[in-house]
């Protein structure tokens, strides 16, 4: 102790070090995640971050003694070593930052599931944990703290405003990103451009916002397609006038004078302003039918082949066949797009979305839509029973019952990942005898990792795909998949036998693209072998997320039905709602009917958007028109109105539980 103690010579501002430690750290986490470096971003990102130092230095100035200050340095130094650390490990594994509420929802299942793992990854990443403490280890060992007085805190204070001034005019005049600090806040998107101290801070104001009044942006007038393309009233065949899609006796604008909430009020308002949509001519197409609705996990339509998954290409090609479908990365992984396929809605609260649904009744989904009308009802997963605390939400979703690994299923063997098929054969007799049922599945053997030594899924089906020309992460990919191919081939001939192919129809959407392909320590990939699957070289978010949907009933095959427009999972729902004829209000979902006359828009949470005439990535700023159509700022500005008030209404929507409002006013 006495020789540690004399090799402290030096004495060293807690402020000073804190401000430095905090510059650092940032440092560290850009160059690790920085594909393409940017100046104003550097600039902007380092004038943060002297803001969170200045902060710190600030607080910690308040501390009596200097040993004391230097202590509570030395560990918040650490503190935020640690935060660093786990953003950087979750961007490397999920490819995205999540803010905290997402990671507190997911930590018990990751440390419960993944363990090893977790430990394999801080193994093989020693050098990183070195190098985020190595501030508050040299502090410690090797200074002094000093004390600070009244001068250095009122320099501290004038830098955290001096900092931020800085920091907001590098991002506004040297960066494209600065929409997130005017409403387009997105926490991923922030960390990447400004630092995670920056998306901290806004996730924060975000939260606060919860209690501040909704707002949506005033209506833009909708551009139009150019003159001389669009056809004369006399050319246009006469249509069929289908009634709206709304609720017989449910008045929005009724409901908007006489509520005494304001905040509801607005919503109702905003709600009324919509255009409802019509019905068409395939409402009512499955009226009657049992539904078996699945999320499939990391699902692509690289997957589907007709030689190598003849179930699955069958499914997707003899059903309602979709060319341009989307599941975006909504950014907390799995539950988010479960949510997004369910419920109908934008997943804002990352991790946290799915217990949304025990606190306001989402009466539109497809379980509450069919047990009011007396279907037997269950929620399958083949997964631990409280992942996500599945247990306790599954329920509030429209489903009697909800069963999965350690929970009901007791033929589904405790490997990882877990069978389709095993949790198909134990499951399917429970129900294919019932009169009507509504089912729902999450599966899990499409999940990483893709080694032979980490999925046993891959393990089992490995033969079938060994001469395939691929790399080994690919290969175990689709192995892995295959077991899932094998469930469906398992489901699809058990609904023949029984003969209700007919009257059933089968949903399958992805939860998310198969990210255990991208370049990661996590997932022990040195390349990128998504690239690889998807045979590119190089490709975006909206290329990336390119996936398949798949509807199907014995009743559609040979009916040659296609959706060739741009679609995505929120309009799953109202999609099921209308084929299976459910009276329902279109304005209560951002979603659409794809059969509808409704204007295909698909759209990202970073709101980078898609439509038949063009698509706008935010990452870079670009907007490409397709199909020869001119680029019109009117239509632009008019999109993003729609992507902005879209995203704003599912926040709220979260926020106040305005479905139970909804509920309330329906007529009985």
Same mark, same amino acid.
């Given at each position: 102790?006495?020789?540690?103690?004399?090799?402290?010579?030096?004495?060293?501002?807690?402020?000073?070090?804190?401000?430095?430690?905090?510059?650092?750290?940032?440092?560290?986490?850009?160059?690790?995640?920085?594909?393409?470096?940017?100046?104003?971003?550097?600039?902007?990102?380092?004038?943060?971050?002297?803001?969170? %130092?200045?902060? $710190?230095?600030?607080?910690?100035?308040?501390?009596?003694?200097?040993?004391?200050?230097?202590?509570?340095?030395?560990?918040?130094?650490?503190?935020?070593? @640690?935060?660093?650390?786990?953003?950087?490990?979750?961007?490397?594994?999920?490819?995205?930052?999540?803010?905290?509420?997402?990671?507190?929802? %997911?930590?018990?299942?990751? !440390?419960?599931?993944?363990?090893?793992?977790?430990?394999?990854?801080?193994?093989?990443?020693?050098?990183?944990?070195?190098?985020?403490?190595?501030?508050?280890?040299?502090?410690?060992?090797?200074?002094?703290?000093?004390?600070?007085?009244?001068?250095? *805190?009122?320099?501290?204070?004038?830098?955290?405003?001096?900092?931020?001034?800085?920091?907001?005019?590098?991002?506004? &005049?040297?960066?494209?990103?600065?929409?997130?600090?005017?409403?387009?806040?997105?926490?991923?998107?922030?960390? *990447?451009?400004?630092?995670?101290?920056?998306?901290?801070?806004?996730?924060?104001?975000?939260?606060?916002?919860?209690?501040?009044?909704?707002?949506?942006?005033? +209506?833009?007038?909708?551009?139009?397609?150019?003159?001389?393309?669009?056809?004369?009233?006399?050319?246009?065949?006469?249509?069929?006038?289908?009634?709206?899609?709304?609720?017989?006796?449910?008045?929005?604008?009724?409901? !908007?004078?006489?509520?005494?909430?304001?905040?509801?009020?607005?919503?109702?308002?905003?709600?009324?302003?919509?255009?409802?949509? *019509?019905?068409?001519?395939?409402?009512?197409?499955?009226?009657?039918?049992?539904?078996?609705?699945?999320?499939?996990?990391?699902?692509?339509?690289?997957?589907?082949? #007709?030689?190598?998954?003849?179930?699955?290409?069958?499914?997707?090609?003899?059903?309602?066949?979709?060319?341009?479908?989307?599941?975006?990365?909504?950014?907390?992984?799995?539950?988010?797009?479960?949510?997004?396929?369910?419920?109908?809605?934008?997943?804002?609260? &990352?991790?946290?979305?799915?217990?949304?649904?025990?606190?306001?009744?989402?009466?539109?989904?497809? %379980?509450?839509?069919?047990?009011?009308?007396?279907?037997?009802?269950?929620?399958? =997963?083949?997964?631990?029973?409280?992942?996500?605390?599945?247990?306790?939400?599954?329920?509030?979703? &429209?489903?009697? *019952?909800?069963?999965?690994?350690?929970?009901?299923?007791?033929?589904?063997?405790?490997?990882? #990942?877990?069978?389709?098929?095993?949790?198909?054969?134990?499951?399917?007799?429970?129900?294919?005898?019932?009169?009507?049922?509504?089912?729902?599945?999450?599966?899990? +053997?499409? =999940? +990483?990792?893709?080694?032979?030594?980490?999925?046993?899924?891959?393990?089992?089906?490995?033969?079938?795909?060994?001469?395939?020309?691929?790399?080994?992460?690919?290969?175990?990919?689709?192995?892995?998949?295959?077991?899932?191919?094998? !469930?469906?081939?398992? $489901?699809?001939?058990?609904?023949?036998?029984?003969?209700?192919?007919?009257?059933?129809?089968?949903?399958? +959407?992805?939860?998310?693209?198969?990210? &255990?392909?991208?370049?990661?320590?996590?997932?022990?990939?040195?390349?990128? =072998?998504?690239?690889?699957?998807?045979?590119?070289?190089?490709?975006?978010?909206?290329?990336?997320? =390119?996936?398949?949907?798949?509807?199907?009933?014995?009743?559609?095959?040979?009916?040659?039905?296609?959706?060739?427009?741009?679609?995505?999972?929120?309009?799953?729902?109202?999609?099921? $709602?209308?084929?299976?004829?459910?009276?329902?209000?279109?304005?209560?979902?951002?979603?659409?009917?794809?059969?509808?006359?409704?204007?295909?828009?698909?759209?990202? #949470?970073?709101?980078?958007?898609?439509?038949?005439?063009? @698509?706008?990535?935010?990452?870079?700023?670009?907007?490409?028109?397709?199909?020869?159509?001119?680029?019109?700022?009117?239509?632009?500005?008019?999109?993003?109105?729609?992507?902005?008030?879209?995203?704003?209404?599912?926040?709220?929507?979260?926020?106040?539980?305005?479905?139970?409002?909804?509920?309330?006013?329906? #007529?009985?």
């Amino acid at each position: 102790m006495r020789k540690l103690q004399s090799l402290q010579k030096w004495t060293l501002s807690p402020g000073v070090f804190l401000m430095g430690t905090a510059v650092y750290q940032e440092w560290l986490l850009h160059f690790w995640i920085t594909e393409e470096f940017q100046w104003g971003r550097f600039a902007a990102l380092t004038a943060f971050a002297l803001a969170l %130092g200045c902060t $710190l230095a600030f607080l910690v100035s308040w501390i009596p003694g200097p040993k004391a200050a230097k202590r509570t340095a030395v560990t918040l130094a650490a503190l935020l070593g @640690m935060v660093w650390l786990l953003e950087y490990f979750i961007s490397d594994a999920y490819q995205v930052f999540m803010p905290p509420v997402t990671i507190f929802n %997911g930590a018990g299942g990751v !440390a419960q599931d993944y363990l090893g793992l977790v430990l394999s990854l801080l193994a093989r990443n020693i050098w990183r944990i070195a190098l985020v403490m190595l501030p508050a280890i040299g502090c410690g060992l090797f200074f002094r703290g000093r004390k600070t007085g009244w001068k250095g *805190r009122g320099l501290f204070a004038a830098g955290i405003a001096l900092c931020w001034a800085l920091g907001l005019g590098a991002a506004f &005049g040297l960066t494209r990103d600065a929409g997130c600090f005017q409403g387009a806040y997105v926490f991923d998107s922030t960390v *990447r451009a400004y630092g995670l101290h920056t998306g901290l801070v806004l996730e924060l104001r975000s939260g606060a916002g919860s209690s501040q009044e909704p707002e949506f942006i005033q +209506s833009v007038p909708q551009a139009t397609q150019p003159e001389e393309t669009q056809p004369q009233a006399s050319e246009q065949p006469e249509k069929t006038e289908y009634p709206q899609q709304v609720v017989s006796g449910l008045d929005f604008g009724e409901l !908007a004078e006489a509520e005494s909430n304001r905040h509801i009020s607005a919503i109702h308002s905003y709600v009324d302003s919509l255009t409802p949509a *019509r019905q068409n001519e395939y409402t009512g197409l499955f009226a009657g039918k049992n539904l078996i609705l699945i999320t499939a996990e990391a699902l692509c339509k690289e997957a589907i082949d #007709p030689e190598l998954t003849p179930t699955l290409y069958r499914l997707a090609t003899q059903g309602i066949q979709f060319t341009d479908y989307y599941q975006p990365g909504w950014g907390a992984s799995t539950i988010s797009g479960e949510f997004s396929n369910v419920v109908g809605l934008v997943p804002v609260n &990352g991790g946290a979305c799915m217990k949304e649904v025990t606190q306001q009744n989402f009466f539109l989904t497809m %379980g509450h839509q069919l047990q009011k009308q007396g279907y037997w009802s269950a929620a399958y =997963h083949n997964n631990s029973l409280d992942f996500y605390e599945r247990n306790k939400t599954h329920t509030y979703l &429209g489903y009697d *019952r909800f069963l999965a690994l350690y929970g009901g299923l007791e033929q589904v063997q405790p490997v990882w #990942p877990e069978s389709d098929w095993e949790m198909m054969v134990e499951t399917v007799p429970q129900y294919l005898n019932q009169e009507h049922f509504s089912v729902y599945y999450m599966t899990v +053997s499409g =999940h +990483s990792i893709y080694t032979l030594n980490g999925n046993a899924m891959a393990k089992k089906n490995y033969d079938k795909v060994a001469d395939l020309p691929y790399s080994e992460p690919v290969k175990c990919y689709l192995a892995a998949n295959l077991e899932l191919e094998a !469930a469906l081939t398992y $489901l699809v001939e058990q609904l023949e036998e029984a003969g209700i192919a007919d009257d059933t129809v089968i949903a399958i +959407s992805p939860d998310h693209y198969p990210y &255990g392909l991208e370049k990661s320590s996590t997932w022990q990939n040195d390349g990128n =072998h998504l690239a690889e699957l998807y045979g590119v070289e190089d490709y975006n978010h909206i290329v990336r997320d =390119h996936s398949a949907l798949i509807i199907w009933s014995g009743c559609l095959e040979g009916q040659n039905i296609t959706v060739d427009t741009p679609v995505f999972s929120l309009d799953l729902l109202p999609t099921l $709602l209308n084929l299976f004829g459910m009276e329902y209000d279109s304005r209560l979902l951002v979603g659409r009917d794809v059969f509808s006359e409704e204007m295909p828009l698909v759209f990202w #949470p970073d709101y980078s958007w898609k439509t038949e005439r063009g @698509m706008y990535d935010a990452q870079s700023g670009k907007y490409t028109p397709l199909d020869g159509q001119p680029e019109d700022p009117g239509y632009l500005e008019y999109i993003r109105s729609l992507v902005i008030n879209k995203t704003n209404y599912c926040r709220y929507v979260a926020d106040r539980n305005y479905f139970n409002y909804v509920l309330e006013a329906l #007529p009985s």
